[in-house]
């Protein structure tokens, strides 16, 4: 049995912590590992060694730090096969998906190679006689991220590799449901030579996170989760006096207009909506057709493709989709299909008593579809984040706009259609953060940034690419004068 340990200080270290939680293997249901919550000394170990780190680290001339970068860029391609299997082992996403994901997180180590360029500061001579000024992007210090389950490689890399090319150091509580690929990737930062206590992690639960929040020496926090979490954590860290961005649920809309090619609407549904089980952010998890001849030919194209879905453990290389991530997380999903029965919406196929030979004690859910779901229903309104997919049909575009704007979630959205005015009409008049047109699962590639509204985020910066940096930078200007010669005087009155 492996016992998961904490990263510090640039050694690999035992907690000595009474409380222990199980980490699972969701396509068989068996304990894989052992997990400490670690206790308040060890949080603030991480934190001391952060710190330690900080002054040198953020003195390090930036095409310094880009060379370290480089070579772990070079050492997360090299392990990216056992990496993904790490992923999928705890969370049981298949192979190809995991490897997706690390990708992408490799892409932001890429984009933060080339920080040094982005740090450079702004310029202006003779703003006054003889008076030049310059502002420039100085790092916040020790900085801190807590991390979801979904995305174990991809969501901890939107944080540490940008904050720390900005000159901080990090400290990292990554969800304790699939520490292993993180502490893969802690292992191999080490490797790439970064001195010691710039990349930390501490295991734990709550109790880790409050240490952080309300750590005097931690500057800034970095948040990916569940919406009631992520609002928790910006009101008590903003009240503690820190920078924090935090991310959210989601519950993603794609509006289906009646021109639309509708092999390629299903390819996209059938990726987005069952991808990871349905446990992604930006996971589309209500269609919505616009008249009922769309709605009709919509849902009799899903219904055998659903039916078809190929669920089985990461290990078989024909599984489409896997496992969800906890037995608990199995009860509530399932808790969700029975509410929408209880609702009324059509259930069209059902994913429940969904069973694997071989794999009777894996947190399975069969592939779910709902036709005629309507917006007062507990089944929309509430993030499901499982293999379920909802038809909700809509009479007319301005009503699907209308359906889309007024819904608590923010983060991602797309629209379906060959028609460029609708297009552009929507694309400028929803009300979400993230937009795709033709594409289901428009995530920002890392020289963008990602950041979902309303209630997806809390926080005025979004997440790696440019918002990332100046997230962990503060901006600071500098007036210089040089005066040769000139006698001015006391001057009393506003400079100009
Ligand atoms: P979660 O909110 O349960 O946990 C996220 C992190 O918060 C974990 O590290 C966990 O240990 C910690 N945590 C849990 N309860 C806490 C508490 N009471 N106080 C302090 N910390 C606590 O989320 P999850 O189940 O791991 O992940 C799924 C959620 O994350 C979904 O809602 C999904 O939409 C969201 N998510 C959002 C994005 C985005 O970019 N907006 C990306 C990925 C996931």
Not at 143 to 163: E, L
Not at 186 to 197: K, R, S, V
Not at 225 to 233: C, F, L
Not at 478 to 486: D, S
Request: net charge negative; hydrophobic share 40%; charged share 20%.
């Amino acid at each position: 049995m492996d016992i998961i340990q904490n990263g510090i200080n640039g050694e690999l270290v035992t907690s000595n912590s009474a409380t222990q939680v199980p980490v699972f293997n969701p396509a068989t249901g068996e304990v894989s590992a052992q997990l400490p919550i670690s206790t308040a000394a060890e949080v603030d170990a991480a934190v001391a060694a952060a710190k330690a780190a900080l002054p040198a680290w953020a003195n390090l001339p930036p095409l310094k730090r880009a060379a370290f970068m480089f070579k772990f860029k070079q050492l997360l391609d090299d392990n990216a096969q056992e990496i993904a299997r790490a992923i999928s082992k705890e969370h049981g996403k298949t192979h190809p998906d995991a490897l997706g994901e690390l990708q992408r997180g490799i892409e932001i180590v890429d984009y933060a190679c080339g920080i040094p360029g982005l740090l450079k500061g702004e310029f202006s001579r003779n703003v006054g006689p003889s008076i030049d000024t310059h502002s420039d992007r100085q790092p916040l210090g020790v900085v801190a991220g807590i991390t979801p389950f979904n995305f174990p490689a991809m969501v901890p890399m939107w944080m540490f590799p940008i904050a720390v090319m900005c000159g901080n150091t990090f400290v990292l509580k990554p969800s304790e449901r699939d520490p292993s690929a993180p502490m893969l990737i802690w292992e191999l930062f080490q490797q790439a030579g970064f001195p010691a206590g710039v990349f930390n992690i501490v295991h734990g639960d709550k109790s880790a996170v409050d240490r952080l929040l309300d750590h005097s020496d931690v500057k800034a926090i970095s948040f990916v989760g569940s919406t009631p979490i992520a609002e928790y954590i910006y009101s008590r860290g903003t009240a503690a006096g820190k920078r924090v961005q935090a991310l959210g649920g989601a519950k993603n809309h794609m509006i289906i207009m009646p021109d639309a090619d509708m092999d390629q609407v299903a390819d996209a549904l059938m990726g987005a909506g069952y991808g990871s089980a349905g446990e992604r952010c930006m996971a589309i998890s209500v269609a919505v057709p616009i008249g009922e001849e769309t709605a009709d030919r919509l849902v009799a194209t899903l219904k055998p493709r659903v039916e078809a879905l190929k669920i089985g453990p990461a290990t078989d290389d024909d599984a489409e989709m896997g496992p969800v991530i906890t037995k608990m997380h199995q009860e509530k999903v399932l808790g969700y299909i029975d509410q929408g029965v209880k609702e009324g919406a059509e259930l069209v196929v059902d994913g429940r008593g969904f069973n694997l030979q071989g794999y009777e004690n894996g947190y399975y859910v069969g592939g779910t579809l709902f036709d005629k779901v309507t917006t007062d229903m507990v089944i929309y309104k509430e993030e499901i984040f499982g293999p379920v997919l909802q038809v909700a049909r809509a009479t007319d575009y301005e009503t699907a706009i209308d359906m889309i704007n007024k819904h608590e979630y923010g983060n991602g959205t797309a629209i379906f259609t060959r028609d460029g005015d609708a297009a552009r009409n929507f694309a400028d008049r929803i009300e979400v953060g993230m937009v795709g047109i033709n594409v289901p699962i428009p995530v920002p590639v890392a020289y963008h940034s990602f950041g979902g509204w309303k209630r997806s985020s809390f926080g005025d910066h979004g997440i790696y690419g440019e918002e990332g940096i100046h997230f962990y930078t503060r901006l600071k200007t500098v007036t210089t004068r040089w005066p040769k010669g000139i006698k001015s005087g006391a001057a009393f009155a506003f400079p100009t």
